[in-house]
Nanobody, 119 residues
Framework: QVQLVESGGGLVQPGGSLRLSCAASGSIFGISAMGWYRQTPGKERELVAATSDGSTNYADSVKGRFTISRVGAKNTVYLQMNSLKPEDTAVYYC??????????????WGQGIQVTVSS
């Protein structure tokens, strides 16, 4: 089993910044992939940013404003969110899975963090 602990989030004015963090622990094997998704009421959960084995991937809506990073080999990921817009308001979820050439674990999800961008 893998446990995810998220932190950060909150209320910020448009144009402001926030940083989310997520730490994974437990039985982890192979290469790990970590990322952030977000969801608003009535909409599907969408990818915000993800990183795995040195590569990163961003949603078009956050490119140039958000940065995902990891600390060395630790299973901790950060999402630095700058120039926040009201449309970034959502519950943000940390996602984690691990894999090798021959298998992939289940997806693990954090409990979700509310991010509200409002004046």
């Amino acid at each position: 089993q893998v446990q995810l602990v998220e932190s950060g989030g909150g209320l910020v004015q448009p144009g402001g910044s926030l940083r989310l963090s997520c730490a994974a622990s437990g039985s982890i094997f192979g290469i790990s992939a970590m990322g952030w998704y977000r969801q608003t009421p009535g909409k599907e959960r969408e990818l915000v940013a993800a990183t795995s084995d040195g590569s990163t991937n961003y949603a078009d809506s956050v490119k140039g404003r958000f940065t995902i990073s990891r600390v060395g080999a630790k299973n901790t990921v950060y999402l630095q969110m700058n120039s926040l817009k009201p449309e970034d308001t959502a519950v943000y979820y940390c996602n984690f899975y691990y894999y090798s050439d021959y298998w992939r674990s289940d997806d693990y999800w954090g409990q979700g963090i509310q991010v509200t961008v409002s004046s």
